[in-house]
């Protein structure tokens, strides 16, 4: 037997019983990092495909939200920072070996192309909102287009996006990729947190994202043909996250006693249900079933797997963030 | 150059003295502490041994929170020693997750703060405070690369251990069994 305990007060809220330095901020950012990652995937993925016209609300609509969505996240990020004022700092250097690091400089990159890409569809934007009798968003459109039209410097930028649009859509795909793989792979840089510190999570969080993804578009779309491309995507998608987490779980059971633990805090443990029950059980498996049925033909609101995929995403990095930092070496 | 300590667990009573005395010396804030002594019980009743671990920062020598630092701010200086700048420091944690030993902390004012080996005392000779108030004289400071000095003659001679080696952080304050 063993015990351990504290002589002189060490009363650190954020250290003790467990390290709590992280919550939901940036479990929430790691959620829309993921989704923007995945929207923009299927966006560039599909115009690079050729299915511009075919699939206008992927690649034409959908992007629109990405900025928004990262714009959401980096403010999360920033307010979860303690030392606010010296954010900047990120910025004054590279560092090669450090997740956190890449993430900056690809969020930065990865929010100047999203915002781009949809400036440089605004006539299709136009004409898809007017198909569908919106106009409340026409001061919008008009004024990126004065802007386009009578300043020098956007309408040289657009215009250039505009015409090497598919070696931006590149760079664009690329870039998703490590946004989507990064939010996985920021957690598993941390080898005190057994839970965190496993190659899967990468993959995973990436597979995960792109389901959001592929679940946004199915959820707004409303275009029969891209639903049900996405449905079936999504379907695949889950079926692989299934297994990486199965994997991941099996990975973490043959490991050191504490990779021991961290695995029975989902196999018994303090986020059995949340992990089993909410995550797999309404979030991916619940919704597999609801895509499977609606393609052979029954009548299922798509607006409801895809709630489920979304929220099943962020109810997954909540529990991979807390989870995390309960599963620790002992002091 | 390569600064590390040796802590003589026999000698140790778990009096405080290195917590206070840190805290003294580098204006810790209230209710934060830069090292700190846990108390371990091991064996079954009656056969009972009790010994204290004066614990803080490892400098170790893989440094997970210096790798994961995304601005620069942790970085290793001369002899080895882990510190944090804080004008670079943007305090988004990223180090306190990746230390397994729990040895940084948010400073009030937002940045990470901790065990800098008293480096303002080291450069003047002097030995880090904990180790120079401590009553039993059970701490030893020096440098590993010197072959003659007393930590590198006490780590020869004697048994010791380090916190969490299987994290593979090199740690550099050495237990003396």
Not at chain 1, 2 to 26: A, C, K, M, N, S
Not at chain 1, 69 to 76: A, D, E, F, S
Not at chain 2, 150 to 162: A, V
């Amino acid at each position: 037997m063993e015990e351990r305990l504290f002589q002189t007060t060490r009363d650190i809220e954020f250290l003790y019983p467990h390290v709590h330095v992280w919550g939901w901020p940036i479990a929430t950012y790691l959620f829309l990092g993921g989704l923007a990652a995945g929207i923009l995937l299927f966006a560039t993925l599909y115009y690079l495909k050729g299915k511009e016209d075919d699939m206008p609300f992927t690649v034409k609509i959908a992007p629109i939200f990405t900025f928004i969505i990262i714009v959401i996240g980096l403010l999360l990020l920033v307010y979860d920072l303690h030392h606010k004022l010296y954010v900047w700092q990120l910025f004054t250097t590279f560092r090669i070996k450090s997740p956190m690091s890449w993430g900056a400089w690809t969020l930065v990159a990865v929010s100047i192309f999203s915002l781009l890409w949809p400036l440089s569809y605004i006539d299709d934007i136009e004409k898809y909102l007017h198909e569908r009798g919106w106009r409340r968003l026409d001061n919008i459109t008009k004024f990126i287009r004065d802007l386009e039209h009578n300043w020098v410097i956007p309408r040289f930028i657009i215009l250039t996006f505009r015409k090497y649009r598919t070696f931006f859509a590149y760079i664009l795909l690329f870039l998703s990729i490590i946004l989507g793989i990064y939010t996985g792979i920021l957690l598993s840089a941390f080898n005190a947190h057994p839970l965190w510190n496993n190659p899967i999570l990468g993959p995973l969080f990436l597979t995960s994202g792109v389901s959001t993804g592929s679940a946004f578009v199915m959820w707004l779309s409303n275009n029969k043909k891209e639903r049900k491309l996405m449905s079936t995507i999504d379907m695949a998608l889950i079926a692989i996250e299934l297994f990486l987490i199965i994997h991941m779980i099996m990975g973490l059971q043959a490991g050191p006693e504490v990779y021991k633990q961290a695995a029975n805090l989902f196999l018994g443990g303090e986020f059995t249900v949340w992990f089993w029950v909410l995550f797999v059980g309404m979030g991916l498996v619940l919704p597999f079933i609801l895509e499977a049925l609606e393609l052979k033909g029954y009548h299922i609101p798509p607006a409801l797997p895809a709630l489920l995929v979304l929220i099943g995403g962020f109810i997954f990095r909540m529990i991979m963030v807390y989870a995390g930092q309960m599963s620790e070496y002992p002091f | 150059m390569r600064y590390a300590m040796a802590i003589d667990v026999n000698k140790c009573v778990g009096c405080g003295d290195c917590v206070v005395a840190c805290q003294t010396e580098n204006n810790v804030p209230i209710g934060y502490s830069r090292d700190w002594i846990i108390e371990i019980t091991k064996g079954k009743y009656p056969d009972l041994m009790m010994h204290f671990e004066s614990q803080r920062c490892n400098h170790c020598e893989d440094t997970p929170c210096v790798r994961t630092c995304p601005t620069g701010a942790s970085f290793i200086d001369e002899g080895g020693i882990v510190k944090v700048e804080h004008d670079e420091c943007i305090g988004c944690g990223a180090c306190i997750e990746a230390c397994p030993y729990d040895a940084r902390y948010f400073h009030p004012d937002g940045y990470v703060d901790k065990c800098t080996f008293c480096d303002h005392r080291v450069k003047e000779g002097l030995d880090p405070a904990c180790v120079s108030v401590c009553p039993t004289y059970c701490m030893y400071f020096g440098d590993l690369d010197d072959p003659d000095s007393e930590i590198s003659k006490l780590l020869n001679s004697r048994e010791w251990y380090t916190l969490i080696p299987e994290a593979g952080t090199k740690p550099q304050i050495f237990y003396l069994k």
